[in-house]
Every structure is written in C-alpha cells, then in structure tokens.
C-alpha cells in the first residue's frame, strides 16, 4: 500500500512539473513572438525601400494542374473500359524596368490545357488527347513621368493562341494616353487613342477598329502569397459590337522552396468570337424551320472563362 502512494505521488508530481513547464514555457515564448512580428515588420519596410529603388525587378510563377484515371471492367459505368485524363499549366512572368523618369513594363502569360476520355470499347472514339484550354498574351508598356503617380505612356498588347489556330484570331492593341500608378502593385492604364488590329485568315468576320484602351494590373506578393489581377478592356469607337473585355486573375501559395497550390481563373467577353463560333458550328439542316444565321443582332454572347487548381512553383 505504501508502495502505491509513492507511486501516485510520484506521478502527481510529474504531471504538476509538466504542466508548469509548459506556462513557463508559453510565458518564455510570447516576448519572442512579439519580437518576431516587430522585425518581420521592419523586413517587410526595408523590402518596400528596395522595390522603390530604380532598376530591374523580374519575376515569374506558374500553376501545373492534372489528373489521368483508367478502368477496366468497371462495369457500374457505362463505359466499364475507358481512360481520361486532363492536364493543364499555367506561367505568369514579367520584367519591369523602373526608373526615376520612366518605366517599361513587359508581361507575358500561357496557359494551356489537353483532355480526353476514350471509350476503348467505341473504335471511333479518340484516344488522344485534346486541347481544352489556350491563351497567350503579351504586353509592354513604356511611360514618361510626369510625376510620382502620372506618366505618359505608350502600350502594346498581343492576344492569341499557341497550340490551336496561332494568330487566327490574333488580336494586337496599340496605342498612347495615360498611365496612373498609385502604389508599386497597382498600373492602371488609360488609353482613349487606341486601334484594335485584329489578324485572321481566309473569309472573316473579324474587324478592326479604332477605340479606348483601359486596362488595370495588380501585382503582390506577401511572404508566401503571390497574387495578379489583371482587367484590360477595349471600348470600339465603331460599333460596340466589336469592344472586348478579359479579366485573369492567378493565386499562388508557397509551402516550401518555391513549391505550393496554385489557382488561375480567366473570364473574357468577345462578342467577335462568339460570332465567329456560331457560324463555324452553323448548320441550316439541323431544325425545320432553319435556324436564323448567326449574326451579331441574335448571337448568344456568353461569358467565356476558364480556371485551373493544382501544384504551384515560384521563380
């Protein structure tokens, strides 16, 4: 019996330490936690002097996203022998030059994406994979300041696809105006003398025009969060018809040496396009009465928008 009470005493004792070691230990630790959180604010003040400074800053992340699955005699499924697969990668870069009396900026942006499902039991099924996704941009702005804030400024901006149909559509904007940077993340660019160039081959119903160019970019990256918005929008002084808007938005969180999860979400409105769909998939044949042929006036002119989840890397 008296061997059970030493023992009971011996363990009372040893919970009774561990517990005030661990308040000795959460009282030792709260000083440094505020210490740490005053020199990451001093890290993140002297980062801010340096990215003011003149000079290059360069930078690139991307997002690679896909998934491959296959059955066989699966038979709950329709297709019980059947294998699909989807795979899609993104890369955001830029090179910015900036300087007390003017900047250049360059961007550029792909994202590409391939599917397929292939029913093996279904000899004319493909079992190739197919593109899903394409998008190619490019764009290099130049201004003069006028101040801190202002500049004058020239842009020059490229839209297409690289996989399918390379430059048909292609779709180049240039033009001069305004150019307001409020902070070193934000570029906003105001353009009312612009001409949208559009390159196609063949019969088209594609048109250039002139127009006002308004786009607006957002870059940022806090400790392992990397973030890019960007809005650029034409406005046709012709007909509305041929205005256009695309709105790309790219998240990435880093989880250890550059490596992480990565979004992208794109949106776009073209209402060329959506003609130019319309017609290539037209067929007069396909309902009595005929259908009416596409045209700007009855086009259903959906919002375009694609996105992409999966692992990330940072440059």
Known sequence: MKKLSILFLLVSISFSVNGQTAEELKKEQAPKKAKIAKLQGEVNALQAKIDALPGWRKGAFGTIGGNLSGFKNWYSKNEPNSSAGNIGITVNGFANLIEDKFFWRNSGAINVGWVKIDDKDDPTDSGNFETATDVFTLSSLYGKRLNKKWALSALG??????????????????????TW?????????????????????????????????????????????SVKSNLSIFQSYKDGDLSNWTWTNSLGYTLWKGIGVGFELGLRNNKQEALNNA??????????????????SNIDNKIQSYWLLGMSYAF
């Open 181 to 225: 940077t409020p902070t070193s993340r934000l570029v906003v660019v105001m353009h009312p003398a612009n001409y949208n160039i559009i390159f196609s081959s063949g019969e088209s119903i594609y048109s250039s025009s002139p127009g006002a160019k308004i786009v607006a970019d957002y870059n940022a990256k806090h400790n392992n969060i």
């Open 279 to 296: 017609l290539a998939n037209y067929d007069a044949t396909a309902a009595i009465p005929a259908p009416a042929t596409p045209s700007f």
């Open 157 to 178: 901006e490229y839209r297409t696809t690289l996989l399918d149909n390379f430059n048909n559509p292609g779709f180049l904007d240039i033009g001069v105006g305004l």
